[in-house]
T-cell receptor, first 112, second 111 residues
Framework: DVKVTQSSRYLVKRTGEKVFLECVQD?????MFWYRQDPGLGLRLIYF???????EKGDIPEGYSVSREKKERFSLILESASTNQTSMYLC???????????FGPGTRLLVL | TQLLEQSPQFLSIQEGENLTVYCNSS?????LQWYRQEPGEGPVLLVT?????EVKKLKRLTFQFGDARKDSSLHITAAQPGDTGLYLC???????????FGKGTLLTVNP
C-alpha cells in the first residue's frame, strides 16, 4: 500500500519564523511535489522535484524553498513565515508515467 | 496553459440519488485521475484512466474518459453519506511530471 507521510498535521507559527515541513514517501517514486490548497483557489503547485537534489519552481514559489537530499524525503521551507502563508500544505509523489500522484494527509499551518 | 473546468462546483443531494460530475478541457491529456478529499485530509486517488473512451467502475462509481481525451465524467449511483467530499480531477499533459488540477466539485449527500 502506497504511503506518503507528513511530519505534522497541524502547526501554529509566528510571523517571521522559519518553518520546515517534511514529507516522506515509501514508494521509491522519482517525483515529489508540494502544493498549497486554499478555498476557492484549488491546489496550487509550489515546487516539485524530479530527482534527488533536483528541483523546479511551480506556480507560486515566492517565499518558499525546498530541499531533497534523499529520494524518499522532500522538505518545504518557509524562510520567514507570513500570515498569507496560512494554508493547507499537501505533499505528493509520483512516477513519471502515468503521472498519478499520491498525497499525504496534509499539514494545516496557521501563521499568527 | 492547460485548464480543467469542473462542474458543478457544489452539489447537495439526498441519500439514494444518482449524480454525475464533469471535468472538461480544451486540451488533450495523456491520463486523467479522479481523487476524493475529505475535510482536513489529503486527496485520495480513486482511479486513473489513460485511454480515450475508457470506462472504469469502482463499486457504485463509474468513470469515463472522453474519446478525444479532453474530458471525463464521474457518475455515482445510489449516493451514500460516505460519498460526501471534494471530488478533484487532474490531467497529465505536456509536462513530463506535473498534473493540472481542476478546482473540484464539493458533494454533500444528506441522510
Amino acid at each position: 500500500d502506497v504511503k506518503v507521510t507528513q511530519s505534522s498535521r497541524y502547526l501554529v507559527k509566528r510571523t517571521g519564523e522559519k518553518v520546515f515541513l517534511e514529507c516522506v514517501q515509501d514508494m521509491d517514486h522519482e517525483n515529489m511535489f508540494w502544493y498549497r490548497q486554499d478555498p476557492g483557489l484549488g491546489l496550487r503547485l509550489i515546487y516539485f522535484s524530479y530527482d534527488v537534489k533536483m528541483k523546479e519552481k511551480g506556480d507560486i514559489p515566492e517565499g518558499y524553498s525546498v530541499s531533497r537530499e534523499k529520494k524518499e524525503r522532500f522538505s518545504l521551507i518557509l524562510e520567514s513565515a507570513s500570515t498569507n502563508q496560512t494554508s493547507m500544505y499537501l505533499c505528493a509523489s509520483s512516477i513519471t508515467a502515468p503521472k498519478t500522484q499520491y498525497f499525504g494527509p496534509g499539514t494545516r499551518l496557521l501563521v499568527l | 496553459t492547460q485548464l480543467l473546468e469542473q462542474s458543478p462546483q457544489f452539489l447537495s443531494i439526498q441519500e439514494g440519488e444518482n449524480l454525475t460530475v464533469y471535468c472538461n478541457s480544451s486540451s488533450v491529456f495523456s491520463s486523467l485521475q479522479w481523487y476524493r478529499q475529505e475535510p482536513g485530509e489529503g486527496p485520495v486517488l480513486l482511479v486513473t484512466v489513460v485511454t480515450g473512451g475508457e470506462v472504469k467502475k469502482l463499486k457504485r462509481l463509474t468513470f469515463q474518459f472522453g474519446d478525444a481525451r479532453k474530458d471525463s465524467s464521474l457518475h455515482i449511483t445510489a449516493a451514500q453519506p460516505g460519498d460526501t467530499g471534494l471530488y478533484l480531477c487532474a490531467g497529465g499533459g505536456g509536462s513530463n511530471y506535473k498534473l493540472t488540477f481542476g478546482k473540484g466539485t464539493l458533494l454533500t449527500v444528506n441522510p
